[in-house]
């Protein structure tokens, strides 16, 4: 009886969701895959007496929500297990950022058990090249693999009005492209929660501007991708549901997809710079403009110059060469050769640099052959039509 009474109420809420236009709420996971899934976490936070959760990310992983939410659930259902967290997400930063972060970050602070990536909003917003999403991703992965072979990656890919406007038209979004690719070649777990919000969306259970409201979602949103994130985690954690086989305790790292993958990023010194007396090393850099900045990227030591003609160089070894910089309203331009090459010109100020010292990295190389190598850079008299200054204001140097 009690049977039938369910099912006669079932079938008239599917009626009444019928009548309203909206279909069946579509399931999370349609838009998870598990891979190799998850093992080695999983026998860490139930074995072992302290396990560490790492998140990798920009704003989205930045800001309180999601995150919060999936530590909870962790520590919910690993009561007996001591958990540290590492909170590595900085808005406006992607995967080429997270590239040559990663050591500084998350891998210094000892044994990761598992790590949470996410960049595809970023990559996307930023305009990163495809090519450089795929080595930047792909050597996030080989970098913690070689530094500690039995973490576990997770990587998301979250939504925005763009990767929306891209499924409506048929399309992949770059990005996400990118992240289930290198997701599939690693046998990686992967959320493509981009495709699962607007599907939502045209199934009718919300809509963006009343209820996800923004690509830093509102806390509607943020349940949306907690949800999906603990169920991909219940899948992997549940003995009685998981059917993925054992991770080996020895896994063997696979051949790069791509020989050019940053998978030795790291930041390289300041004070390896060899540079002319217009430049000012700041043992804790703080802006005299008023301008915002971000977590991270004040308070640091930071190399800067204001005036044209200002020359550094700096000695490197690897096959790619960078900056990371802070560019504010008076960001200038700057002229960079590597080894005596071609005389290159590189402007510093973005769309955001008006109103925020902007944490934003530029790769002067990365198709250099593996060895030694010098860059010499200087402080162009040109500058961006926008921009108040020639300001050059650099955080690290990158190197792979």
């Known amino acids: 009886m ?131 999403q795929l080595r930047a991703l792909e050597g996030i992965i080989r970098n913690a693999r070689l530094h500690q072979p039995k973490i576990d990656i997770v990587l998301m890919s979250f939504a925005d009005p763009d990767k929306t406007k891209a499924y409506n038209e048929g399309r992949t979004p770059v990005s996400v492209a990118n992240h289930e690719l290198l997701a599939a070649y690693y046998g990686l777990p992967s959320i493509n929660l981009a495709k699962a919000v607007r599907d939502r969306m045209q199934n009718k259970e919300f809509s963006w501007e009343e209820d996800f409201k923004d690509l830093h979602p509102s806390p509607f949103g943020q349940g949306i991708y907690a949800r999906a994130i603990r169920k991909l985690l219940s899948l992997n954690f549940d003995p009685q549901k998981t059917t993925i086989p054992l991770a080996s305790s020895h896994r063997k790292l696979s ?46 030591p930071m190399l800067t110059a204001q005036k044209p003609g200002a020359i550094l160089s700096l000695n490197f070894k690897g096959n790619a060469v960078g900056m990371a910089i802070v560019s504010g309203a008076d960001a200038g331009k700057v002229i960079y050769t590597i080894d005596n090459g071609p005389e290159r010109e590189l402007d510093l100020y973005t769309k955001w640099s008006k109103s925020l010292h902007l944490p934003w990295y530029v790769l002067f190389d990365s198709n250099l052959k593996n060895g030694n190598h010098t860059l010499r850079l200087r402080i162009s008299e040109n500058k961006n039509g926008k921009s108040t200054g020639n300001a050059c204001r650099i955080a690290h140097f990158l190197v792979n």
């Open 2 to 132: 009690t049977r039938k009474v369910l099912f006669f109420f079932s079938a008239v809420l599917g009626f009444i969701n019928f009548a309203n236009g909206q279909l069946p709420v579509l399931d999370d996971l349609n838009y998870l895959s598990s891979r190799d899934g998850l093992e080695n976490a999983f026998q860490v936070f139930k074995g072992q007496k302290s396990a560490t959760v790492a998140f990798l990310g920009g704003s989205i992983t930045y800001a309180p929500g999601w995150r919060d939410s999936v530590s909870v659930s962790l520590q919910r259902r690993f009561p007996n297990t001591s958990f540290h967290f590492i909170t590595a997400g900085i808005p406006s930063l992607g995967s080429l950022p997270h590239a040559f972060r990663l050591k500084q970050d998350v891998l210094d602070s000892g044994k990761v058990d598992l790590l949470f990536l996410e960049a595809a909003v970023n990559d996307e917003v930023n305009g990163t090249d495809s090519l450089v």
């Open 255 to 300: 051949l790069p997809m791509n020989n050019g993958s940053f998978e030795k990023g790291h930041y390289v010194e300041l004070t390896d710079a060899t540079r002319s007396e217009a430049w000012i090393l700041h043992k804790n850099w703080l802006p005299e403009d008023g301008l915002n900045t971000r977590k991270g990227f004040v308070n640091i």
